[in-house]
């Protein structure tokens, strides 16, 4: 099968903003803003924000790693330390309650040093009240993203839009339920891997993700007067 593939993470997101331009999102006076899981996400959500005018901040998730095998994601935790297990993934592992347990401190603390790196540069955006898009490189089994729009859900968002340029069909069906709409430019039924579908899908440092945040170092008001 030939897919199609995207230049680098960068390109996709300039494709996304083509998308929801096209269905509407970005158009009203208030502009978005784009929320974006570290660290590829940021690549994507950089170039989106970028073409629709909008603010841009992350919001942290993290996988939870199986025992032995670290690719493999048993879930995720949200920055509010939230939990989402995938049942499937789980099943396929001997991971128990105490592995789980201490498998979520380890991933907050990763959350937290993010959190800290990440705030040093800008404060949180507000989310009550604002369109939300929330974006990453892909969706593999979908868990940092669902964790993270239980975050967006949870902080009062008005609308939850889902921009991603590549997902597995059935992980796109399993985050629906979270979100207003999904924008998802491929949806390939032979999907392995987020990185088959990029030309170059080089791993994104902190310092890369923290510079595309600092070039968005714009007042957390720029976009939320009016919004209660």
Request: aromatic share 6%; net charge neutral; charged share 25%.
């Amino acid at each position: 099968m030939n897919h199609l593939f995207f230049e680098n993470r960068e390109q996709a997101g300039w494709m996304l903003v083509e998308r929801l331009r096209a269905h509407g999102v970005g158009s009203d006076a208030e502009k978005p803003l784009v929320l974006a899981i570290p660290r590829g996400g940021v690549e994507v959500g950089a170039a989106i924000a970028r073409g629709l005018g909008a603010e841009l901040d992350v919001v942290l998730s993290r996988k939870l790693r199986a025992p032995r095998q670290p690719e493999l994601a048993l879930g995720a935790v949200s920055e509010t330390g939230e939990i989402h297990l995938n049942h499937f993934a789980s099943a396929m592992t001997d991971a128990g309650d105490a592995y789980v347990a201490a498998e979520r401190a380890r991933q907050m603390g990763e959350i937290e040093r993010s959190k800290t790196m990440f705030r040093a540069i800008r404060p949180q955006a507000a989310i009550r009240g604002r369109t939300v898009i929330v974006t990453d490189d892909g969706l593999a089994t979908g868990a940092t993203m669902i964790a993270a729009l239980r975050t967006v859900q949870a902080a009062g968002a008005r609308e939850i839009v889902v921009a991603v340029p590549v997902g597995a069909p059935d992980r796109i069906d399993a985050i629906r339920p979270l979100c207003d709409r999904i924008e998802c430019l491929i949806e390939p039924t032979d999907f392995w891997a987020v990185g088959q579908f990029f030309r170059n899908f080089e791993q994104v440092s902190d310092e890369r993700a923290c510079d595309l945040l600092r070039d968005f170092g714009l007042p957390a008001t720029k976009w939320t007067r009016g919004v209660a």
